[in-house]
């Protein structure tokens, strides 16, 4: 049996959805604005969380609410079908790649919300034992750059590992001093952002500075240009993708077969995608991570609880959202995550 196959007949009887406005400004320098999607039946509420990036989409659709027919007794795999013969925008979404984080956002909804009608929680449908989640902390370091931030939370947390992005204005003395911290885990160059506050075209002085730099670090979205394949070459092993991955076709495409890969539930959209995805990998021994969107409310623990089942021991990009506040912020859980599930439903903690 797969693991989609445990879960799709799972019924689940939806009466309304209501929505909640959640934002928050974070470490990037920007407002982060989500939107819980609460469907509700039966007198138990499922919750998820649409992670859309763009804050305009969010504003049109806590204006006008859902505006798409949800009401009604569905399986898992039906609503799933139900959900993709409507649109989830009430205007064409700024991003073509929305539709897969709203989409993401309702399913996770009804799933937490057919597990809480059959009193069961996620791990003992699927079989799989919650695991402790080892997390690594997301950021970037500034313009002009710093390693202040890095050294502000080492200073609260000693043992806390990082995924970086690399940007043309890192110089070598900033290298020097990230690498000698033995914090850095995984650097991202992002390559296949346009349009966006993380942009980083390709730069051969700066890849070759930082895959030197960091000997055993992933290289995640590295781009591969005739300047930068030569010089990476050498370090094919440690490649490890992350926005080209919206499908089991996406790995398959990939240039060199992958040792890891980065997958973010919102990212793979429908819960289909993403529980065929794991098997996937499973079987041609493909690692994984689990990576966060800037959840702001209950797509945070879920996205800890998808990688506690099936990549606890990895350099998950799913620390509490506390790290990824502005500033650095005492009290927050250490890594590893210890294990907790909700006694019923999709949630953890």
């Keep these: 049996m797969s693991t989609w196959e445990r879960v799709a007949q799972l019924p689940v009887q939806i009466e309304e959805c209501v929505l909640e406005p959640l934002q928050v400004d974070v470490s990037s320098d920007f407002e982060r604005k989500s939107t819980l999607i609460q469907v509700r039946g039966g007198g138990e509420q499922g919750i998820g969380e649409d992670v859309t990036y763009d804050a305009r989409d969010h504003e049109i659709l806590q204006e006008s609410g859902p505006g798409l027919p949800l009401a009604g007794s569905f399986t898992l795999a039906s609503f799933g079908r139900h959900l993709a013969e409507h649109s989830l925008f009430p205007q064409p979404p700024q991003r073509e790649v929305s539709v897969r984080y709203r989409t993401w956002a309702y399913e996770s909804a009804a799933l937490d919300l057919a597990l809480r009608q059959a009193a069961l929680p996620l791990h003992s449908v699927l079989e799989r034992e919650p695991q402790p989640v080892r997390f690594v902390v997301s950021m970037r370091l500034g313009e002009p750059p710093s390693a202040e931030p890095l050294r502000r939370r080492l200073a609260l947390y000693p043992g806390l590992r990082f995924k970086l992005d690399p940007t043309s204005s890192w110089d070598e003395p900033l290298i020097a001093e990230l690498r000698d911290s033995g914090a850095v885990e995984a650097v991202d160059f992002k390559a296949f952002y346009t349009g966006t506050i993380v942009d980083q075209p390709a730069d051969p002085v700066l890849y070759r500075r930082v895959v030197e730099a960091f000997a055993d670090a992933w290289i995640e979205d590295p781009a591969l240009t005739p300047e930068t394949e030569p010089l990476l070459a050498p370090h094919?092993?440690?490649?490890?993708?992350?926005?080209?991955?919206?499908?089991?076709?996406?790995?398959?495409?990939?240039?060199?077969?992958?040792?890891?890969?980065?997958?973010?539930?919102?990212?793979?959209?429908?819960?289909?995608?993403?529980?065929?995805?794991?098997?996937?990998?499973?079987?041609?021994?493909?690692?994984?991570?689990?990576?966060?969107?800037?959840?702001?409310?209950?797509?945070?623990?879920?996205?800890?609880?998808?990688?506690?089942?099936?990549?606890?021991?990895?350099?998950?990009?799913?620390?509490?959202?506390g790290f990824n506040l502005a500033g650095a912020q005492p009290g927050l859980p250490s890594s590893p995550l210890p294990p907790a599930p909700a006694e019923v439903g999709f949630r953890w903690g």
């Design 236 to 321: 094919r092993e440690r490649f490890s993708w992350d926005a080209p991955i919206h499908s089991i076709a996406d790995i398959q495409s990939l240039p060199y077969p992958p040792r890891m890969v980065n997958i973010k539930p919102s990212r793979l959209g429908g819960l289909r995608n993403l529980l065929d995805a794991y098997d996937f990998c499973q079987r041609q021994a493909i690692g994984n991570y689990g990576g966060g969107q800037f959840e702001l409310g209950v797509g945070r623990g879920q996205i800890q609880y998808l990688a506690s089942l099936f990549h606890p021991d990895a350099p998950n990009d799913v620390a509490p959202t």
